[in-house]
Each structure stands twice: as C-alpha cells, then as structure tokens.
C-alpha cells in the first residue's frame, strides 16, 4: 500500500527538525564542549554550520589536499564537516609517527551509519576493537609474509591463464586483467577460478561494489553525517540512500553466498583446491572448527574478493598504461629478464631477489601512481597533541600517500617515472623498501605480502612475454595514449585506453601456450 501525503508530511517535518537539530547540537559539541588552548593544524577556514564541506572535492580530493598542504606550508592539515573534525597527513615522517609510533591511539575506523544498513558489518576493514583483532589475527595467521607463499601455485596458474588471454585477444585486455584480478582472489580464498566476466559471481558484485562506492563517498548519503536518518524506511520517496543501501544489502547476501556455497560443494565432492575456505571446510568435517571462527573465515574470505580484486585491477591497469609510455623502461626490464631468466622459460617467484630492475618498477608504479591514494581514514580515539598542535578524540586522520609519494623533499623530479631512484649505485635496490599505498600502522593492509607477490608476478610475466605500446588507427597514424583514470574516491582505475600489445617473439608466443599444459 502506497503511503498517503499528510503521512509523509507527518513523518518528514519531525525529521527535518531532527536533523537540525542534530547540527546544531554537533556544531556546538564541537565549539563548546571542547575549548582546546592549543590550536588545531591549519587549514582552510570552515564556514558556518557546514565547515569545509564544500571545499573538498568529490573526486581528487587527494591533489587539493597537497595544494593545502602547500599552502599552508605544513605536512598537517585540519578542516571539519558539518562538526566533523578530519585531519590529513601530508608527511611521512608525521605518518610514521602518528599511525605506527603512536599506532594505539591511531587504529580505529571511522563509523559509517550506512555500513550496517548495506549488510557490509562483515567486512572488518569496518570493523574496530575485539572484533576487528579476531579478524586481523586470521588474516595474519594466512597472509604473512612466508604463509603467502602457499598461494603461489594459485597466483603462478591465474597469471598464465592472463598470458593466455592477452595472446587470444591483446585488444581486451581491460577485461583480462579484470578478471585475473578477481580469479586471484576467488582461487586463493575459495578454491574457485571464474572463467568469464559473465560468472554469476562477478556480475552481481560488480553491481554490489558500484552500489557500495556510491553510498560510501563523502557526501554520498546525508545517513553518513545524520546517523538519526537510518531510521526512516526505504519507501519515503526522498530516501533514495535507503533505497540503495537496502539493495546493496540484498546484494551483499547473495554474493556471499555463491563462492561459499561452490566450496562448499567442491569439499563435498573431494575436487576442491586449497584456499582458505576450502582448508577450513576440510578441518570442519574432521571436527576441528567452531561457528565463532567459521564466520570470521567467512567475513575475512569475503572482505577479501571485496578488498583485493579492485586493488589488484588497479594496479595491473596502471602497470600497463605506464609501460605503454615509457617504452625504454620495458627494453631495459626485458634486457634483464633476458639475462636473468633467459629465453626458454617464463619467470617464476625464484627468479624475484635476482632482478632488482623489475621491483624497481614494482616499488616506482606505486610511488607514481598510488592506486589508493588516501588509504582508508583512521580514526583518532583519544585526544592527541602533534607539536603544539591539537589533534581530537573522534577526528579522522587521512594519510595523504599522493602527497608523499609526490614530496619533492622525498623524491626528485616526482612526476618523473624513474625506477632507478629505488637502486643504489651497484644497481641493486636500495633501503627505501616501504610501498606506502598499502597504508600505515595496525590498520596496514594485511594482505600486502600476497598482493605484492601478484603484482611482481604479472609485472615481469608481461614483460618477459609483451611488447606494449601505440595503436594504429585505419590510416596508420599512431593513437596518442591518454591519461584517462577513473577515480571512485577511494581508489583510481585505468580507463580503457587503446593500446598495442603484441609477443615479443614466437618463442614467448610458445611459451605462453605451453603454460596450458603446466
Ligand atoms: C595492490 C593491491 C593492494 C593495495 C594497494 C591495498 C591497499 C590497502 C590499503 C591502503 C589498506 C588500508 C590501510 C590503512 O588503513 O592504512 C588496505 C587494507 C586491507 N587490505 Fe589491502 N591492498 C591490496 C591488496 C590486498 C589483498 C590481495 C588482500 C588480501 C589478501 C588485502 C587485504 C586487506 C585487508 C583485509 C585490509 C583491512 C585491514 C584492516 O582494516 O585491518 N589487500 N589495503
């Protein structure tokens, strides 16, 4: 039944009045409650009621951040949003300092009222205190440094399958890499490798992740800023956040259970491959499991797909479109690979410690192009003091990697793509060994040691078997290659771009095929 007008109005004009008053009761909490006689980081002035709301822009809020940072001559800055403190971190000697040296104060998250009503409380990148340790401590237990080796016959077999691809058909390569990015996840965490973008499981998360990254921008829903409005149903006509978040959530049920149920039936059948579900599922029908762990492998799986499918696409499309323009650096990483591996024989991870050119590509692609540029924000949860600054309880802190990937105190000439600024003079690579796109402190992505075995891996297969560079239009001309990215706020995609990608020779072209038969 269709609910009437005056019942409308009835519910409407106490919540328009709520949520001023909300604001009201949020603006003077946070000029009067807490008068500090220090003052906090400089910044942009706030306005009235709103604060900085408007300053920040929705996409590349990352560059005005590092314009401020400028501006203001400081590696701290501080803006608010309608009561909400938010301080970014332009430095990373202050990163360091505050995430890791003082990483108690700095690991929580900030609360998104939003999060619970899309169904994503399982996914503990949200998730704070005791909950969130249960889940760290598995991922730890799985994702360390030697456990991710275990996943290597996974990772070897996916890269190959994108060889593969890319051989059949070079021009869609876009959607090869998307798929290994996903197949990665799914074999590693389910046992599952998707042969299609068509999988059921990858077109209903596609849809549940575009869904999530609207409702989770700044400023997407106004249930972010007035906690009060989750409250009103999803059939108030102006409630489209409702509406979505409701949709996601339905979403979000249903892709969780697809790869879980596929394991489930793998065990069953005696066919499943090893991963973290599989193994789990496995230890459960001997006995060895309880329900307490098996939703937290559940959740941790599922953040997982959520987490590192779209980071590692992000990171094989910004590989690709790099070594499109810069053609010397494949010569030079093709000459090594060449004299390191040889010819009659694809890399593998053995090979990695003896060819520092190629990490000095994986360790540079991130510095120039730091594919999570904010990281996710901490939350401060104790008032802090940062060289007479006031930094407090409740502020979120946003390390800016763009601005220090960016800071020529740090790196020469920055909007250079220069990997030799990670070798030392022997050519062999030199201390500044930290990625800062995997973020800071306790909250430090998890899964860096598995992601950075990926990346290394696809990096130097491409490069042992491909030549990247201009398309030709019908006339022959060369096509400019364009710097098109697409930026979701939390992290920036290559656009589609035309390019050429053709086998350095027929014997990688063999080599490639063979991989079928491995
Ligand atoms: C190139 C690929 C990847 C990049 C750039 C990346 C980056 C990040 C960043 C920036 C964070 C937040 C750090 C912070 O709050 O300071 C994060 C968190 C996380 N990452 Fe990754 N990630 C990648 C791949 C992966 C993979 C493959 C996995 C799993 C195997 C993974 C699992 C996680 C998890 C579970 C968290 C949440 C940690 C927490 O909140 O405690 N990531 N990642």
Not at 87 to 114: C, G, H, M, Q, T
Not at 499 to 504: D, Y
Request: with cysteine; charged share 25%.
């Amino acid at each position: 039944m269709a609910p009437s007008s005056s019942a409308l109005v009835s519910f409407a004009i106490p919540l328009i009045f709520g949520v001023f008053l909300r604001l009201l009761f949020r603006l003077l909490k946070s000029r009067q409650a807490r008068k500090p006689s220090l003052p906090y980081p400089p910044g942009p002035a706030p306005k009235f009621l709103i604060g900085n709301a408007f300053d920040v822009p929705r996409f590349g809020a990352y560059k005005k951040f590092a314009e401020w940072g400028k501006e203001y001559k400081s590696g701290l800055i501080h803006i608010s949003a309608a009561g909400q403190h938010i301080v970014i971190v332009n430095d990373r000697k202050i990163a360091e300092e505050l995430f890791e040296k003082r990483s108690v104060l700095y690991n929580d998250r900030p609360e998104f009222p939003v999060v619970p009503l899309m169904g994503l409380d399982y996914n503990f990148t949200f998730l704070k205190g005791d909950a969130w340790l249960a889940h760290r401590r598995i991922c730890q237990k799985n994702f360390n440094s030697s456990a991710a080796k275990q996943y290597q016959p996974m990772q070897t077999t996916e890269v190959h399958t994108f060889l593969r691809g890319l051989l059949n058909s070079p021009s869609e390569f876009t959607d090869h890499y998307k798929l290994l990015s996903i197949a990665l996840q799914l074999s590693t965490m389910y046992g599952f490798t998707p042969t299609s973008l068509d999988d059921e499981i990858i077109r209903v998360a596609d849809e549940s992740s575009a869904l999530s990254a609207s409702l989770l921008l700044p400023g997407a829903t106004l249930i972010n800023i007035f906690p009060i409005l989750r409250h009103v149903p999803a059939w108030v006509p102006f409630a489209s956040g409702q509406r979505r978040a409701k949709r996601c959530k339905e979403l979000t049920e249903l892709v969780k259970a697809l790869p879980l149920n596929c394991a489930k039936k793998s065990v069953k059948e005696g066919k499943a491959s090893p991963s973290l579900v599989t193994e789990y599922l496995e230890q459960k029908a001997l006995g060895i499991s309880d329900l307490e762990q098996e939703k937290i492998i559940n959740n941790v799986a599922w953040t997982v797909y959520n987490g590192g499918s779209d980071t590692t696409r992000a990171a094989t499309g910004a590989f690709i479109h790099i070594m499109a323009k810069h053609p010397e650096i494949q010569r030079r990483a093709q000459a090594e690979i060449d004299r390191i591996v040889g010819c009659d024989r694809l890399p593998t991870f053995a090979d990695r410690t003896k060819l520092p050119y190629i990490d000095a590509i994986y360790r540079e692609m991130f510095r120039y192009h730091p594919i999570t540029p904010m990281a996710i924000p901490h939350c401060l949860n104790e008032d802090d003091v940062y060289e007479g600054y006031f930094l407090p309880k409740g502020a979120w802190v946003v390390p800016n990697i763009y601005a220090m990937a960016r800071d020529e105190n740090v790196y020469s000439d920055p909007s250079t793509f220069h990997p030799d600024r990670f070798l030392d003079a022997n050519g062999e690579l030199n201390d500044d060994s930290r990625v800062l796109t995997y973020g800071f402190g306790r909250r430090v992505c998890v899964g860096k040691a598995v992601a950075s075995a990926s990346t290394w891996l696809t990096i130097v297969s491409f490069l042992a078997c491909f030549n990247v560079g201009k398309a030709k239009d019908d006339f022959g001309n060369e096509i400019e290659i364009d710097d098109e990215y697409e930026d979701n706020g939390a992290m920036i995609q290559k656009k589609h771009f035309a390019c050429s990608i053709t086998p350095r020779s027929e014997q990688a072209r063999s080599l490639i095929l063979e991989t079928e038969f491995l």
